[in-house]
């Protein structure tokens, strides 16, 4: 009996903890970003980098006024090949998505160290501008001495 008792009260106490864990959260938006970047080398020797990030919104409301901004690149570094380091949207619906993508060309070598983006929203209950980051991106060797790939080994080792 006691027992019975016992898995009760801990069953009541489990769902007590998870419906507290669910309202918690509330109407908010919760705004998740991923940015990723990855480099393609043109025949003629440049380089360019290709970034993308993905925001997704992982909470109950809609975010209003979304802005991202990602000034990581440095412009004696970088030059923008297509598109912004910036966008801004009307709206991100609950469960929604929006990506954004650019082209940078790199002007000289060496490792790179990009900081996470900046997203910047507002949330109708509240009169502070809300904000997140993307996550960062891995070091990048740009223009980096690479030994030409011999893509027929490849295929005599696969064979």
Same mark, same amino acid.
């Given at each position: ?71 990581? &690149? ?7 090949? !297509?598109?912004?380091?910036?966008? !801004? &949207? ?7 998505? /929006?990506?954004?993508?650019?082209? /940078? ?14 997203? =910047? ?12 980051? !993307? =996550? ?17 080994? &490849? ?5």
């Amino acid at each position: 009996m006691a027992t019975l008792i016992g898995n009760l009260l801990i069953k009541a106490l489990t769902i007590l903890f998870l419906v507290s864990a669910a309202t918690a959260t509330g109407d908010a938006p919760f705004i998740v970003a991923h940015k990723k970047a990855s480099l393609n080398r043109l025949k003629s020797g440049a380089e360019r980098v290709s970034v993308s990030i993905d925001i997704y919104n992982q909470g109950f409301s809609t975010a209003y006024d979304v802005s991202l901004v990602d000034d990581s &690149w440095p412009q004696d570094a970088f030059d923008i090949v !297509s598109g912004n380091t910036s966008q !801004s &949207w009307e709206r991100l619906d609950a469960g929604g998505i /929006l990506s954004h993508s650019f082209e /940078l060309e790199a002007k000289r070598q060496g490792m790179f160290y990009g900081a996470p983006a900046v997203i =910047t929203f507002r949330i109708p209950t509240k009169a502070a501008p809300q904000e997140a980051y !993307s =996550t960062p991106i891995l070091p990048l060797d740009v223009l980096a001495e690479r030994p030409p790939e011999k893509k027929l080994e &490849w295929v005599k080792v696969a064979g």
